[in-house]
């Protein structure tokens, strides 16, 4: 296939003497020949399979040390660098991970030996199949609020009292379970079904992040600006406290879910407020007295701690002795964690029934746990000068949901608080994830049973503090306005919806709202007129710089977007706007003018008074040429196409030229697949602003442009 060869001159005007009639330009023409693009397809597609389908040991050995990172860094791990950095981080984050662990299992209406069973999987799951040295992949406080909204649903579905008296019978460790976790036995009770309800959509999520990186559509996530999920942890953030306050007050309320879920909350909560539990709301003041000063002091030194203070856990130990001796469930009704059982559970697969109920619910978890996890894992591997693969990252995430959801586990991600922590305590590897689950094995199987008399407030409180930095958000509004106001809106808009109607919901409406700011940027963008910078060839926005020249009869104008279906109307409003001429009217008067002259001449009247309207609608427009900047049009559709060549139709009759200036080889192509330029128009198109201007002035005072 013969290639096109695309021809574009560079004209340089050559003047004689003043008062010389031989007056000349000199045209010197530069020829750009497109590169050669053989397409044969069956020949790509050949290639294309057997490479695919090859297999040879060197492919095999890659593809494994591909799917499994660990066998890449394990037998290159260096004991006497790396370990203590690990072990160090791997025990402060596995101290602070256990009171996490059971207080975001009341978060997602599950009891707290499955959020520690989580948290011990995952670690192990993702030092296995991850890429990334630092992130710590556990229960975040977002993903389960989402599950619980789905797990109360379904339970309530089922019939069950949401939120039992007393703690549900689990099965033991020997492996006679209660129940079969369908809800077809009577035995099992609603946290035994709210569990097989988590570890479904679990299973589910993860099957949707392994398709996900199979067919490597990791692109997906970059359309979760910063700004939506920002704005999205703040507005779920919201949530998640408005759904422990009753635990701080020790109010028996129902937990409300669906759209506007906050809003029935926050009534439920005044409606029942004479019902407060004293001790609860005492236990839960003095638990925040501690937990913020203490934390704030943890970051505001944090360069002079070797590691943080762990006073989640202390606060936890004294809160249950406290609750424990003071007997605070018997004297005063206090709500406390109950029986958390030692050991490991028999392995339970999801339940497949329950897929088509929550197979839609598992979408936006699965999305927003795979967003966070490889949108951390890309920040801190930039940061330390290594690389990720977005994909086995979609992989790893995806795993840590399927392998844990068969022995009692929900759903997980990366977290950013425990990042940080890990990776300031001196993390070099993912060891440091093995040693945490070491930590929590340690809590499973000797110390989960100390924790019976851990009241619910307490487990709140913590809950509350550790989503201060989401909340902080707030208070970064005028600095995040200042930068930009779109994703500031952006931000505003995911936030109030996440919060007011639903998480499901708010995520959607953010992606929505963010794409539709990307298109009314590119429908209404900015098109100045430019001038001349003195002694340079450089022309800038009239409206942006002071003391810029125009060139006398030469209107420069630049459309900064790309120019297709959308915004084409704009494209040519805004050029005559800019312009002050609209070659439509201006021909429109011609045309009434040329009729009043000729009714005029009919009813006999004199030349005199006949030419005053001939002359009004004649009047010159001002400038010979226009040349449109298109160095910011990255695209032209058909309608495009069919915009520029109606602006230069239009303004070729009321004698006025068009020029295009700096356009890219794409909008090149599209401008020459297009028959934009007819036989002997190829002069319209110029490497350079200056270029054409210089043409447009040489050329004007002796017809080098065809009219």
Same mark, same amino acid.
């Given at each position: 296939?013969?290639?096109?060869?695309?021809?574009?001159? +560079?004209?340089?005007?050559?003047?004689?003497?003043?008062?010389?009639?031989?007056?000349?330009?000199?045209?010197?023409?530069?020829?750009?020949?497109?590169?050669?693009?053989?397409?044969?397809?069956?020949?790509?597609?050949?290639?294309?399979?057997?490479?695919?389908?090859? &297999?040879?040991?060197?492919?095999?050995?890659?593809?494994?040390?591909?799917?499994?990172?660990?066998?890449?860094?394990?037998?290159?791990?260096?004991?006497?660098?790396?370990? $203590?950095?690990?072990?160090?981080?791997?025990?402060?984050?596995?101290?602070?991970?256990?009171?996490?662990?059971?207080?975001?299992?009341?978060?997602?209406?599950?009891?707290?030996?499955?959020?520690?069973?989580?948290?011990?999987?995952?670690?192990?799951?993702?030092?296995?199949?991850?890429?990334?040295?630092?992130?710590?992949?556990?229960?975040?406080?977002?993903?389960?609020?989402?599950?619980?909204?789905?797990?109360?649903?379904?339970?309530?579905?089922?019939?069950?009292?949401?939120?039992?008296?007393?703690?549900?019978?689990?099965?033991?460790?020997?492996?006679?379970?209660?129940?079969?976790?369908?809800?077809?036995?009577?035995?099992?009770?609603?946290? &035994?079904?709210?569990?097989?309800?988590?570890? *479904?959509?679990?299973?589910?999520?993860?099957?949707?992040?392994?398709?996900?990186?199979?067919?490597?559509?990791?692109?997906?996530?970059?359309?979760?600006?910063?700004?939506?999920?920002?704005?999205?942890?703040?507005?779920?953030?919201?949530?998640?406290?408005?759904?422990?306050?009753?635990?701080?007050?020790?109010?028996?309320?129902?937990?409300?879910?669906?759209?506007?879920? $906050?809003?029935?909350?926050?009534?439920?909560?005044?409606?029942?407020?004479?019902?407060?539990?004293? &001790?609860?709301?005492?236990?839960?003041?003095?638990?925040?007295?501690?937990?913020?000063?203490?934390?704030?002091?943890?970051?505001?030194?944090?360069?002079?701690?070797?590691?943080?203070?762990?006073?989640?856990?202390?606060?936890?130990?004294?809160?249950? $002795?406290?609750?424990?001796?003071?007997?605070? /469930?018997?004297?005063?009704?206090?709500?406390?964690?109950?029986?958390?059982?030692?050991?490991?559970?028999?392995?339970?697969?999801?339940?497949?029934?329950? +897929?088509?109920?929550?197979?839609?619910?598992?979408?936006?978890?699965?999305?927003?746990?795979?967003?966070? *996890?490889?949108?951390?894992?890309?920040?801190?591997?930039?940061?330390?000068?290594?690389?990720?693969?977005?994909?086995?990252?979609?992989?790893?995430?995806?795993?840590?949901? +399927?392998?844990?959801?068969?022995?009692?586990?929900?759903?997980?991600?990366?977290?950013?608080?425990?990042?940080?922590?890990?990776?300031?305590?001196? %993390?070099?590897?993912?060891?440091?994830?093995?040693?945490?689950?070491?930590?929590?094995?340690?809590?499973?199987?000797?110390?989960?049973?100390?924790?019976?008399?851990?009241?619910? &407030?307490?487990?709140?409180?913590?809950?509350?503090?550790?989503?201060?930095?989401?909340? /902080?958000?707030?208070?970064?509004?005028?600095?995040?306005?200042?930068?930009?106001?779109?994703?500031?809106?952006?931000?505003?808009?995911?936030?109030?919806?996440?919060?007011? +109607?639903?998480?499901?919901?708010?995520?959607?409406?953010?992606?929505?709202?963010?794409? $539709?700011?990307?298109?009314?940027?590119?429908?209404?963008?900015?098109?100045?007129?430019?001038?001349?910078?003195?002694?340079?060839?450089?022309?800038?926005?009239?409206?942006?710089?002071?003391?810029?020249?125009?060139?006398?009869?030469?209107?420069?104008?630049?459309?900064?977007?790309?120019?297709?279906?959308?915004?084409?109307?704009?494209?040519?409003?805004?050029?005559?706007?800019? *312009?002050?001429?609209?070659?439509?009217?201006?021909?429109?008067?011609?045309?009434?003018?040329?009729?009043?002259?000729?009714?005029?001449?009919?009813?006999?009247?004199?030349?005199?008074?006949?030419?005053?309207?001939?002359?009004?609608?004649?009047?010159?427009?001002?400038?010979?040429?226009?040349?449109?900047?298109? %160095?910011?049009?990255?695209?032209?559709?058909?309608?495009?196409?069919?915009?520029?060549?109606?602006?230069?139709?239009?303004?070729?009759?009321?004698?006025?030229?068009?020029?295009?200036?700096?356009?890219?080889?794409?909008? /090149?192509?599209?401008?020459? /697949?297009?028959?934009?330029?007819?036989?002997?128009?190829?002069?319209?198109?110029?490497?350079?602003?200056?270029?054409?201007?210089?043409?447009?002035?040489?050329?004007?005072?002796?017809?080098?442009?065809?009219?």
């Amino acid at each position: 296939m013969a290639a096109m060869t695309e021809t574009n001159h +560079i004209h340089e005007v050559m003047e004689g003497p003043e008062g010389d009639d031989a007056k000349c330009s000199f045209h010197h023409t530069m020829f750009l020949e497109p590169q050669e693009k053989k397409r044969n397809m069956r020949a790509l597609l050949i290639k294309r399979a057997k490479e695919t389908c090859s &297999c040879t040991p060197a492919k095999i050995k890659d593809c494994v040390l591909g799917f499994f990172p660990i066998l890449q860094w394990l037998p290159k791990y260096n004991l006497r660098e790396y370990l $203590l950095g690990d072990v160090m981080s791997g025990v402060i984050v596995g101290v602070l991970l256990v009171p996490q662990s059971i207080a975001y299992s009341l978060l997602a209406g599950l009891e707290p030996i499955y959020g520690l069973y989580t948290s011990f999987f995952s670690c192990i799951i993702y030092c296995i199949f991850g890429t990334s040295r630092h992130i710590s992949v556990s229960i975040f406080g977002v993903v389960c609020l989402m599950l619980g909204q789905v797990v109360d649903r379904e339970v309530e579905r089922a019939g069950y009292q949401l939120e039992p008296a007393v703690p549900s019978a689990l099965p033991g460790p020997g492996g006679h379970s209660n129940g079969t976790g369908n809800g077809t036995e009577p035995l099992c009770d609603s946290g &035994c079904y709210a569990m097989a309800v988590a570890a *479904t959509v679990t299973f589910i999520s993860g099957v949707y992040q392994v398709a996900m990186g199979f067919f490597q559509v990791g692109f997906v996530s970059v359309y979760l600006s910063d700004s939506l999920l920002s704005g999205f942890v703040t507005g779920a953030s919201i949530t998640v406290l408005t759904s422990q306050v009753k635990y701080l007050l020790g109010l028996d309320i129902p937990r409300s879910g669906g759209v506007g879920s $906050l809003i029935t909350t926050w009534m439920n909560i005044f409606r029942n407020i004479h019902s407060t539990n004293i &001790c609860d709301l005492i236990t839960s003041f003095l638990c925040f007295l501690v937990l913020i000063p203490a934390k704030e002091l943890n970051e505001r030194f944090k360069s002079k701690l070797k590691a943080p203070v762990p006073v989640e856990l202390f606060v936890v130990v004294a809160a249950t $002795l406290a609750s424990h001796f003071g007997k605070l /469930r018997e004297t005063y009704g206090s709500s406390i964690s109950g029986h958390i059982p030692t050991g490991f559970l028999p392995p339970r697969p999801p339940v497949w029934t329950l +897929i088509p109920s929550v197979a839609l619910d598992a979408i936006p978890i699965a999305i927003i746990g795979f967003a966070i *996890t490889v949108s951390l894992s890309e920040m801190f591997a930039k940061k330390h000068g290594y690389s990720v693969r977005a994909n086995q990252e979609m992989y790893a995430i995806g795993f840590c949901n +399927i392998i844990p959801s068969f022995f009692h586990c929900f759903t997980t991600s990366a977290a950013l608080a425990k990042t940080l922590v890990k990776e300031s305590t001196g %993390c070099r590897t993912q060891m440091s994830g093995m040693v945490t689950s070491l930590v929590i094995l340690l809590v499973l199987l000797v110390i989960a049973p100390l924790f019976y008399s851990l009241q619910k &407030c307490v487990l709140a409180v913590i809950t509350i503090v550790n989503l201060r930095g989401a909340l /902080r958000k707030f208070r970064d509004l005028p600095k995040m306005w200042h930068l930009s106001r779109v994703d500031t809106v952006i931000w505003a808009v995911t936030m109030a919806a996440t919060a007011l +109607i639903s998480t499901e919901i708010g995520l959607l409406v953010g992606v929505c709202f963010s794409m $539709l700011c990307v298109i009314f940027r590119t429908q209404r963008p900015e098109a100045p007129l430019l001038g001349w910078v003195a002694e340079s060839e450089t022309y800038e926005s009239l409206s942006a710089y002071k003391n810029l020249q125009t060139k006398p009869g030469v209107v420069v104008f630049r459309f900064q977007a790309p120019i297709y279906y959308i915004n084409k109307e704009c494209f040519k409003s805004t050029l005559y706007k800019q *312009t002050g001429v609209n070659p439509a009217w201006v021909k429109a008067a011609k045309k009434k003018a040329e009729k009043r002259k000729l009714k005029q001449k009919e009813e006999g009247s004199g030349d005199k008074q006949s030419s005053i309207p001939v002359d009004l609608g004649s009047e010159p427009v001002g400038f010979h040429t226009i040349v449109i900047d298109c %160095c910011a049009v990255q695209f032209l559709d058909t309608a495009g196409i069919r915009t520029l060549k109606e602006v230069c139709r239009d303004y070729r009759d009321i004698d006025v030229h068009v020029l295009l200036a700096q356009c890219s080889p794409s909008v /090149r192509s599209s401008l020459l /697949r297009g028959e934009f330029f007819q036989e002997g128009e190829d002069q319209l198109l110029f490497h350079s602003v200056h270029q054409a201007v210089d043409f447009a002035l040489g050329t004007q005072g002796h017809g080098a442009l065809k009219k």
